[in-house]
C-alpha cells in the first residue's frame, strides 16, 4: 500500500472512529445507537465498539512504509490489531448482530465477523511461517473488512439519495427509510470493501513477489 494511501486511510480511520465512539464513552446505555435490552446486551455492544474502534485505526498504520521497517514495533502493533481489535470485536460482532432482530443483519455481519477472524487468523499463519507476501495480502483483506465501520456509513446516506431521482421521494423525509437501508448497507459495505482489495492484490506489489514487510507473530 502506497504512503499517501495508507496516511489517507489513517485520517478517515480515527475521524470515524471519534464518530463512532463518542457516544459510548460515558458507559450510558441511554446513549447508545442501538438499542439494547439489558446491561449485558450494551456490555457486549462497548466490547465490539471500542476494540473495532481500536483495529480501525490501528489497521492503517500497519501499512505505513516506516513502521513495517521497524520489526518490533510492527510486531507489537499488529498483535495489538489483531488480539485487542479484532478478535474481542468480531466475538462481539455476532451476537450484537443476532440481537438485532433483522435477518439481513443477522446473517450480513454474521458473516462479516466470521471472515474477519478467518482472515485474521490466516494472515497470523502466514507471518508465523514468515510468508510475508501472503501475510500482507490477507492482512488487507482484514482490515476491509474492518473498514466495514466506515463504508457501512457512507453506503447508508448515498443509497438513500440514490432513490430520490426513481421515487420522487422528497429529500427531507427519504430519511424514514434509513433504518431499512442500514442492514444493506452493512451487508454491501464488506462485499465492496473485498472486491476492492482483491483487484488491488491482482495488480499491485503482492502479485508481483515484492517482499511484504514483517510479521504479527
Do not use: C
Not at 457516544?23 to 457486549?44: C, H, Q, T, W
Not at 478467518?118 to 502466514?126: D, E, K, W
Not at 466495514?148 to 422528497?170: E, H, K, N, Y
Request: hydrophobic share 55%; charged share 15%.
Amino acid at each position: 500500500m502506497r504512503k499517501p494511501v495508507a496516511w489517507l486511510l489513517s485520517i478517515v480511520a480515527i475521524v470515524f472512529a471519534a464518530v463512532l465512539v463518542y457516544p459510548y464513552l460515558g458507559l450510558d446505555p441511554g446513549s447508545s445507537r442501538i438499542e439494547v435490552g439489558d446491561n449485558l446486551r450494551y456490555s457486549v455492544l462497548v466490547v465490539h465498539i471500542f476494540a473495532a474502534t481500536a483495529a480501525l485505526v490501528l489497521g492503517p498504520v500497519q501499512f505505513m512504509p516506516k513502521v513495517r521497517a521497524r520489526k518490533r514495533i510492527h510486531r507489537t502493533l499488529g498483535r495489538v490489531y489483531l488480539f485487542a481489535g479484532v478478535l474481542p470485536s468480531a466475538l462481539a460482532a455476532i451476537p450484537v448482530a443476532m440481537w438485532s432482530g433483522q435477518l439481513l443483519t443477522q446473517i450480513g455481519l454474521s458473516t462479516a465477523a466470521i471472515l474477519w477472524l478467518v482472515t485474521g487468523g490466516l494472515a497470523y499463519r502466514a507471518a508465523r511461517r514468515r510468508d510475508f507476501i501472503a501475510h500482507r495480502a490477507w492482512m488487507m483483506r482484514n482490515y476491509a473488512l474492518t473498514f466495514l465501520a466506515v463504508t457501512s456509513r457512507v453506503l447508508v446516506p448515498v443509497m438513500l439519495l440514490a432513490q430520490i431521482p426513481f421515487t420522487g421521494a422528497d429529500p427531507a423525509s427519504i430519511g424514514a427509510l434509513a433504518s431499512s437501508m442500514i442492514p444493506v448497507g452493512q451487508t454491501a459495505g464488506w462485499i465492496l470493501n473485498l472486491m476492492v482489495v482483491e483487484f488491488l492484490l491482482r495488480r499491485g506489489p503482492a502479485r508481483r513477489g515484492r517482499p511484504a514487510g514483517p510479521d504479527v507473530s
